[in-house]
Nanobody
Framework: QVQVVESGGGLVQAGGSLRLSCAASGNGITINALEWYRQAPGRQRELVAILGSSGPTNYADSVKGRFTVSKGNAKNTATLQMNSLKPEDTAVYYC???????????????WGQGTQVTVSS
């Protein structure tokens, strides 16, 4: 079983910054990518940023230049640094881990429970 946990959400004023963290864990797994998504009320979940095994690989156009995804200090962790936040960034932010277990073998995607980010104008 693979567990994914996000942390770091909260309330911030427009123009402010927040830093989200994601940690994936599971016996015998290799993480291929950690991905950040967000879902605002009444809207579909959208991809925010991807951290591949060799580094950041993709950002949504709406966050380019403002958000940065990077590896965390611990294994299988990632951070999402969000600067110059806008009210339209308000959403629940989810981390997803794409993993492989070579020993079983099996593969899949596991999701965290999400963390709320609210940006006030």
């Amino acid at each position: 079983q693979v567990q994914v946990v996000e942390s770091g959400g909260g309330l911030v004023q427009a123009g402010g910054s927040l830093r989200l963290s994601c940690a994936a864990s599971g016996n015998g797994i290799t993480i291929n990518a950690l991905e950040w998504y967000r879902q605002a009320p009444g809207r579909q979940r959208e991809l925010v940023a991807i951290l591949g095994s060799s580094g950041p690989t993709n950002y949504a156009d709406s966050v380019k230049g403002r958000f940065t995804v990077s590896k965390g200090n611990a294994k299988n962790t990632a951070t999402l640094q969000m600067n110059s936040l806008k009210p339209e960034d308000t959403a629940v932010y989810y981390c997803a881990a794409d993993w492989i277990n070579y020993g079983e073998p099996s593969a899949g995607r596991s999701w965290g429970q999400g963390t709320q980010v609210t940006v006030s104008s």
